[in-house]
């Protein structure tokens, strides 16, 4: 939320704007007075990177009477304020657009008692209101994300990751308690980020009568193959078919009871609102509320209060009140027991990502088992530089391959452990915890068929081994490597199988998908760093920080980085770097010290990405700004380095590798099935050649909230091969606003 206050502040402000902080929610519109601020540039330095709002807010009883509404619009209008960003949940919204509904007799009272002037009444007849979501529990309709999910969700999958630890010491289950009344994406996101055993959410309660029994099979089922700890993730709404409460404590006593395990329960409570917040946080925050200022100075009486919200990877507007009634249907058709409407209100990938947690949790599921003549025997192997979520797709695609009932055969070490045949025929437990785990079990490098490995060894390899489908994770040199391969299946007929990329790297620069795995986990280890850079920087004054990131020739990593870390500007290989450049940004900074208190001046950081010049290089450029700072300011450096592809994979790469691994097997299962029936139909032996189009050798992307796969001879027309990276890029629309939100041109 505080990013929210510091985008709006500066962006309405460089759009000719007066802006007001209210101090304490609704209740600071009644109070008036110090409670409705005037905010200044200066005044939002270092929010970021603070957790919960510096502003405040509070319930407010008030608020909901007339008599409340009408100081309040009292306050506003000799204030001159004649617009409302908020940003709350559904209960905020609802009472802000109840209020621009008042809004004319509110004025007209206020005008016939001579509280205000008719002059006044004449200029401020008209309230804008433009509403933001704010809600940890990801509950409002029309979007497919809040503000604050994402945090909260690092919140929860970093205590569950704890608390796993002394469950496996100790062989003990865990019942975990987390928020979502009506809604239980926080549940569900955990349970897949974490593996979990069980999860009971709102939406989809669980079916059965006997529904104890389902999950102490379950669990039962788990422990035999050998697990040590369990974990049952609950959402504080959850509950059975007829609507009865399921508690934490109950499950606690069932799998005590019936189990004999030695069971604690742990409700996370409000420390799941806590910390600094996320990178996904820090950017939509920054976007919707720059759409917020845009939709408030574009609006007329006649338009409907808008939500801003997020679908498809995009910022849009959708009607306030439409999205809070279909936010509460939500909890009309729970309690009406139509559960299968509830689901279809979330957003369009909940119930995919419900599909795959049981898909790849819930052991011997006989439902989804192929029938024998169309399993396969999958190849899963690593290629590029370590990034996190490849142990979490190489996990999902192990358990969902071993209940549809293929065989998943581990490649060690890359294309080049392929071609000395180092495979492992997987099992269920042999992938147990790599959720969580960051880096590649597997082991990876950077060695291409056709280029650094021999082609014909591979080939020879997959025949050997029976390899009827081949799915890789990781990056550029992993795209390169299939489209080797889908080229080689002239010559080699071993290689006429579906072979499948799942994009894994930091730079995110792999064509035919929004994002990579690893990128998200690679911006919150460069957002922690930043954030105890700009606070050293802070604590010394005047000094400005050139920290060098990873990207290669793809500016991904800068331009999101820097706009969650508030960077003063960024240098990326789009764009270059040249002298004149150079001396603009000296100026800016001079010009931004300048107004700078002398006694509070502060800290400033710069993100450099380390290809984007041989001659400007990270020591050069902070040798330049010392230079010209003429005692102003001075410059250190930071190179972050490997640092950057983090320890722990974050919650959003878990969950993005579920999804893809579990799509990723079915596109193998839809390219292999015609041939397998028909060899099975007709009692042939099953062909070497299953599938030879070129559909079938794609990259498995996210766009937007869908998984779409794209064959690599289409996606090397819009490839730049010779910067490694796609043509076009989605997030360059973001690069201006780090520049704008710094105060240049505000203060030039």
Same mark, same amino acid.
Request: proline residues 4%; negative net charge; glycine residues 10%.
């Given at each position: 939320?505080?990013?929210?206050?510091?985008?709006?502040?500066?962006?309405?402000?460089?759009?000719?704007?007066?802006?007001?902080?209210?101090?304490?929610?609704?209740?600071?519109?009644?109070?008036?007075?110090?409670?409705?601020?005037?905010?200044?540039?200066?005044?939002?330095?270092?929010?970021?990177?603070?957790?919960?709002?510096?502003?405040?807010?509070?319930?407010?009883?008030?608020?909901?009477?007339?008599?409340?509404?009408?100081?309040?619009?009292?306050?506003?209008?000799?204030?001159?304020?004649?617009?409302?960003?908020?940003?709350?949940?559904?209960?905020?919204?609802?009472?802000?657009?109840?209020?621009?509904?008042?809004?004319?007799?509110?004025?007209?009272?206020?005008?016939?008692?001579?509280?205000?002037?008719?002059?006044?009444?004449?200029?401020?007849?008209?309230?804008?209101?433009?509403?933001?979501?704010?809600?940890?529990?990801?509950?409002?309709?029309?979007?497919?994300?809040?503000?604050?999910?994402?945090?909260?969700?690092?919140?929860?999958?970093?205590?569950?990751?704890?608390?796993?630890?002394?469950?496996?010491?100790?062989?003990?289950?865990?019942?975990?308690?987390?928020?979502?009344?009506?809604?239980?994406?926080?549940?569900?996101?955990?349970?897949?980020?974490?593996?979990?055993?069980?999860?009971?959410?709102?939406?989809?309660?669980?079916?059965?009568?006997?529904?104890?029994?389902?999950?102490?099979?379950?669990?039962?089922?788990?422990?035999?193959?050998?697990?040590?700890?369990?974990?049952?993730?609950?959402?504080?709404?959850?509950?059975?078919?007829?609507?009865?409460?399921?508690?934490?404590?109950?499950?606690?006593?069932?799998?005590?009871?019936?189990?004999?395990?030695?069971?604690?329960?742990?409700?996370?409570?409000?420390?799941?609102?806590?910390?600094?917040?996320?990178?996904?946080?820090?950017?939509?925050?920054?976007?919707?509320?720059?759409?917020?200022?845009?939709?408030?100075?574009?609006?007329?009486?006649?338009?409907?209060?808008?939500?801003?919200?997020?679908?498809?990877?995009?910022?849009?507007?959708?009607?306030?009140?439409?999205?809070?009634?279909?936010?509460?249907?939500?909890?009309?058709?729970?309690?009406?027991?139509?559960?299968?409407?509830?689901?279809?209100?979330?957003?369009?990938?909940?119930?995919?990502?419900?599909?795959?947690?049981?898909?790849?949790?819930?052991?011997?599921?006989?439902?989804?088992?192929?029938? *024998?003549?169309?399993? %396969? /025997? &999958?190849? =899963?192997?690593?290629?590029? #530089?370590?990034?996190?979520?490849?142990?979490?797709? !190489?996990?999902?695609?192990?358990?969902?391959?071993?209940?549809?009932?293929?065989?998943?055969?581990?490649?060690?070490?890359?294309?080049?452990?392929?071609?000395?045949?180092?495979?492992?025929?997987?099992?269920?437990?042999?992938?147990?915890?790599?959720?969580?785990?960051?880096?590649?079990?597997?082991?990876?490098?950077?060695?291409?068929?056709?280029?650094?490995?021999?082609?014909?060894?591979?080939?020879?390899?997959?025949?050997?081994?029976?390899?009827?489908?081949?799915?890789?994770?990781?990056?550029?040199?992993?795209?390169?490597?299939?489209?080797?391969?889908?080229?080689?299946?002239? *010559?080699?007929?071993? %290689? /006429? &199988?579906? =072979?499948?990329?799942?994009? #894994?790297?930091?730079?995110?620069?792999?064509?035919? !998908?929004?994002?990579?795995?690893?990128?998200?986990?690679?911006?919150?280890?460069?957002?922690?760093?930043?954030?105890?850079?700009?606070?050293?920087?802070?604590?010394?004054?005047?000094?400005?920080?050139?920290?060098?990131?990873?990207?290669?020739?793809?500016?991904?990593?800068?331009?999101?980085?820097?706009?969650?870390?508030?960077?003063?500007?960024?240098?990326?290989?789009?764009?270059?770097?040249?002298?004149?450049?150079?001396?603009?940004?000296?100026?800016?900074?001079?010009?931004?010290?300048?107004?700078?208190?002398?006694?509070?001046?502060?800290?400033?950081?710069?993100?450099?990405?380390?290809?984007?010049?041989?001659?400007?290089?990270?020591?050069?450029?902070?040798?330049?700004?010392?230079?010209?700072?003429?005692?102003?300011?001075?410059?250190?450096?930071?190179?972050?380095?490997?640092?950057?592809?983090?320890?722990?994979?974050?919650?959003?790469?878990?969950?993005?590798?579920?999804?893809?691994?579990?799509?990723?097997?079915?596109?193998?299962?839809?390219?292999?099935?015609?041939?397998?029936?028909?060899?099975?139909?007709?009692?042939?032996?099953?062909?070497?050649?299953?599938?030879?189009?070129?559909?079938?050798?794609?990259?498995?992307?996210?766009?937007?909230?869908?998984?779409?796969?794209?064959?690599?001879?289409?996606?090397?027309?819009?490839?730049?091969?010779?910067?490694?990276?796609?043509?076009?890029?989605?997030?360059?629309?973001?690069?201006?606003?780090?520049?704008?939100?710094?105060?240049?041109?505000?203060?030039?």
């Amino acid at each position: 939320m505080n990013a929210v206050v510091r985008a709006t502040v500066r962006y309405g402000i460089a759009k000719g704007c007066d802006i007001f902080a209210v101090y304490e929610g609704y209740q600071g519109l009644i109070d008036g007075g110090e409670r409705l601020r005037k905010m200044e540039w200066k005044d939002v330095r270092g929010w970021l990177a603070v957790g919960g709002t510096t502003i405040g807010t509070a319930r407010c009883m008030g608020f909901k009477t007339r008599e409340g509404r009408l100081q309040a619009a009292e306050n506003l209008v000799k204030n001159g304020i004649d617009a409302l960003i908020v940003c709350g949940g559904d209960g905020s919204l609802t009472g802000a657009d109840l209020f621009r509904a008042d809004w004319p007799g509110l004025v007209d009272e206020l005008k016939n008692t001579n509280r205000i002037t008719q002059e006044q009444a004449d200029a401020y007849h008209v309230l804008t209101i433009v509403g933001l979501v704010g809600s940890i529990d990801n509950d409002m309709s029309s979007t497919d994300i809040t503000i604050g999910a994402v945090t909260s969700l690092h919140r929860i999958c970093e205590a569950v990751d704890s608390v796993s630890t002394t469950a496996l010491s100790h062989s003990r289950a865990f019942v975990i308690e987390v928020m979502g009344r009506h809604c239980g994406w926080l549940a569900l996101m955990a349970g897949i980020a974490t593996g979990a055993d069980f999860v009971f959410i709102p939406e989809k309660p669980p079916q059965e009568d006997d529904w104890e029994s389902v999950m102490c099979s379950v669990v039962e089922r788990h422990r035999h193959l050998g697990k040590r700890k369990t974990v049952v993730i609950v959402a504080e709404g959850a509950i059975d078919k007829n609507l009865n409460p399921i508690k934490a404590d109950h499950l606690k006593d069932i799998l005590t009871n019936r189990l004999g395990l030695d069971t604690r329960v742990t409700i996370l409570g409000h420390t799941q609102r806590g910390g600094a917040p996320a990178y996904f946080d820090r950017l939509l925050a920054t976007t919707q509320s720059i759409e917020a200022v845009d939709a408030v100075l574009e609006s007329t009486p006649e338009t409907p209060s808008p939500m801003i919200g997020m679908t498809d990877n995009k910022v849009t507007r959708f009607p306030l009140m439409k999205a809070v009634a279909l936010t509460h249907e939500v909890a009309e058709a729970i309690g009406q027991k139509n559960f299968a409407r509830a689901m279809e209100l979330r957003d369009p990938q909940f119930a995919e990502e419900y599909d795959a947690y049981n898909a790849t949790t819930i052991l011997d599921d006989s439902s989804i088992v192929l029938p *024998k003549h169309q399993q %396969l /025997r &999958v190849g =899963i192997v690593h290629v590029g #530089a370590p990034a996190g979520g490849m142990n979490a797709a !190489t996990r999902t695609a192990v358990r969902y391959c071993l209940n549809r009932g293929h065989t998943p055969i581990a490649v060690s070490n890359g294309f080049a452990g392929l071609a000395r045949g180092v495979t492992t025929e997987m099992t269920w437990m042999s992938v147990d915890g790599w959720t969580a785990l960051g880096g590649s079990e597997l082991g990876t490098n950077r060695a291409v068929p056709g280029e650094d490995v021999d082609m014909g060894l591979v080939a020879y390899q997959m025949q050997k081994q029976n390899i009827q489908a081949l799915l890789v994770v990781g990056g550029f040199e992993a795209y390169v490597a299939i489209e080797k391969l889908g080229e080689a299946r002239e *010559k080699y007929p071993s %290689l /006429r &199988v579906p =072979i499948t990329l799942i994009p #894994a790297t930091i730079s995110n620069n792999v064509p035919g !998908t929004d994002y990579s795995l690893g990128s998200d986990t690679s911006l919150n280890a460069i957002v922690n760093s930043c954030d105890a850079i700009v606070q050293s920087a802070q604590s010394s004054r005047r000094r400005v920080f050139v920290v060098e990131v990873m990207g290669g020739r793809s500016g991904y990593l800068a331009v999101e980085g820097g706009l969650a870390v508030g960077a003063m500007t960024v240098y990326i290989p789009e764009e270059g770097i040249n002298l004149s450049r150079l001396q603009s940004d000296v100026e800016h900074l001079r010009n931004m010290y300048s107004h700078d208190d002398p006694d509070k001046s502060e800290g400033r950081i710069i993100l450099r990405t380390e290809d984007v010049s041989k001659t400007y290089t990270t020591d050069v450029i902070s040798n330049i700004l010392k230079e010209e700072g003429d005692e102003m300011f001075d410059s250190r450096t930071a190179v972050l380095g490997h640092i950057q592809q983090g320890i722990t994979p974050s919650p959003l790469d878990r969950i993005r590798a579920t999804r893809l691994a579990m799509r990723a097997i079915q596109f193998m299962e839809e390219h292999t099935s015609e041939a397998l029936c028909k060899a099975h139909e007709t009692g042939s032996p099953v062909p070497i050649e299953l599938t030879n189009s070129n559909e079938s050798v794609a990259v498995a992307g996210i766009s937007g909230h869908s998984v779409i796969f794209e064959p690599v001879t289409a996606l090397m027309a819009v490839t730049d091969m010779k910067n490694r990276k796609p043509r076009t890029a989605w997030w360059s629309e973001h690069r201006p606003v780090i520049d704008l939100l710094a105060g240049r041109g505000h203060f030039n």
